[in-house]
C-alpha cells in the first residue's frame, strides 16, 4: 500500500503557474501557486538582538532626557516663562479675531475626541489582529504615561513665581495631551504590518494638533504639550521593546501571541489523542489488537508533523510544491511553503521620519532665536508675539514627530 507523495488534488507540476515569472524581464523562476486547502508555515521565530535593544534604550533616554531640559527652560528661567506666556497670550488674543467660531467648539471637544476615537480603534485592532502581547504592553504605557504625568506635575516639578506669567501654578506637562496621545499611540501599537504607516502619519498629526488645541483653549502652554508628547513617546518605545521580547520568547517556546485560545484547545485534544494512539500501538494485546502496517503509521506521522508546523486556523499541513521528506528545489530540507520566492522580507515603511522631525526642530530653533534677539517687546499682536506664538506650534509637531518616528523605527522590523 502507497502513499500520495502530493497533497490531495491535481499534481502541481502539471499545473501551469499563475505567473511567467517572479518579475518580467528576470530570469528569475516562476512562482508557485498554492494548493486550496494549505497554508504557509510560519518562518523563523523573531529574535530581539544587543543592538536593537541597546538602540531602544538610547532612543528611551534621549526622549526622556529632554523633558527636564524643557522643565528646566520653560519653568526656571526667565526667558522661558517669558516666552510661553507671550505664546500663551497671543493665542488668547488670536481667539477673538482670527479663529472661527466651529473651530474654536471643535477645539473644545478635541482632546475628548481623539482619545475616544483612538482607544475603540486600538481595541478593534487587538480583537479583529489578535495583537495580544501589544495589546498588553500598549494598555500598560497608557496607564504608565498618565501616571508619569500627574506625578511630574503635581509631585516632582513647581514653577516659582519669576514675575513673568500672572498665574504660576504649574502646569507643565498637559494633562489633556498625555491622555489623547497616549491612545493614539496604543492605537499604533496595536495596528498590524500593513497599517502602520498611515496609522503612524495620523497618529502624530493629531497628536500634535490635540497639543495645539490646549493651547489655542487656554489650558496650557506650548512647553506643557511638548513634554506631554514626549513623555508619551518614550513610553511607546518601552512597550515596543517589551513586546518585541515577548514575541521573542514566544516564538522560541513554539507558542504564538497571536493564536485564538480555541486553537490551544484543539492542539492539546489533538496531541492527547495522538498518545492515547501511540500507547495502544505500543502496548501488546495479541490478536485482538490492531496494529496500523509501517508505511501507515509513517504517513500519520509526517502528516502530524506537517499539520503542527503549519501556522492556520484550519490547521491545514505545509507545502511547498516538493514530495515530503526531499526538501525543496535547492535540497535544503525545509518542507514548508516559502511566500517570498527570494528570502526577502517584507520591510514596512517607517512612518512619520526622522527627517521630519528634524526638519521641523531646525525650525523651532530658529523662531525661538529669532523671538530670543528680536529687539523690541514680545507682545500680543506683534510680530514677535506671532512668531513666538508660531515656534510653540512648530515645537508641539517636532515632538510629534520625533516621538512617532522613533516609535515607527522600533515597530520597523517586526513585520506582523
Known sequence: MSYAPYPPGSDPRGAEPRHPGAYRGTPHAPVQATPAGYAPAPGPARTVTPRSVVGALVALLVLWGLVPLIAHAGLGTVTGQALDEAALTQ???????????????AAQYLPEVVAVLAGVLALVWAVRHRRWSAALFAAGSVLAANLTTQFLKHGVLDKPDLGVQQIASNSFPSGHTTAAASLLMAAFLVAPAHRRARTGRWGAFLAALVGMSTVLNGWHRPTDAVAALLIVAGWGVLATLLTRLLDAALGRSGLRSGGAPGQACRRFREDRSRRRQELAWSEDRGESAYMP????????????????????????????????????????GNPAWNPQP??????????????????????????????????????????????????????????????????????RPATR
Open 91 to 105: 493665542a488668547k488674543a488670536d481667539r477673538t479675531t482670527l479663529v472661527p467660531t466651529p473651530v474654536l467648539v
Open 293 to 332: 502496517p509501517a508505511h501507515e503509521r509513517a504517513e500519520r506521522q509526517r502528516a502530524r508533523a506537517a499539520s503542527s508546523s503549519a501556522d492556520s486556523a484550519q490547521g491545514a499541513p505545509a507545502w511547498n510544491g516538493n514530495q515530503p521528506g526531499n526538501g525543496g528545489a535547492a535540497g535544503s
Open 342 to 411: 527570494h528570502g526577502h522580507a517584507p520591510r514596512i515603511p517607517a512612518r512619520p521620519r526622522i527627517a521630519t522631525a528634524v526638519l521641523l526642530t531646525v525650525l523651532t530653533t530658529a523662531l525661538v532665536l529669532l523671538a530670543v534677539w528680536w529687539p523690541y517687546p514680545t507682545v500680543a499682536g506683534t510680530f514677535a508675539g506671532r512668531v513666538t506664538l508660531t515656534a510653540g506650534y512648530l515645537g508641539i509637531a517636532s515632538a510629534a514627530a520625533l516621538g512617532w518616528a522613533v516609535v515607527a523605527r522600533r515597530l
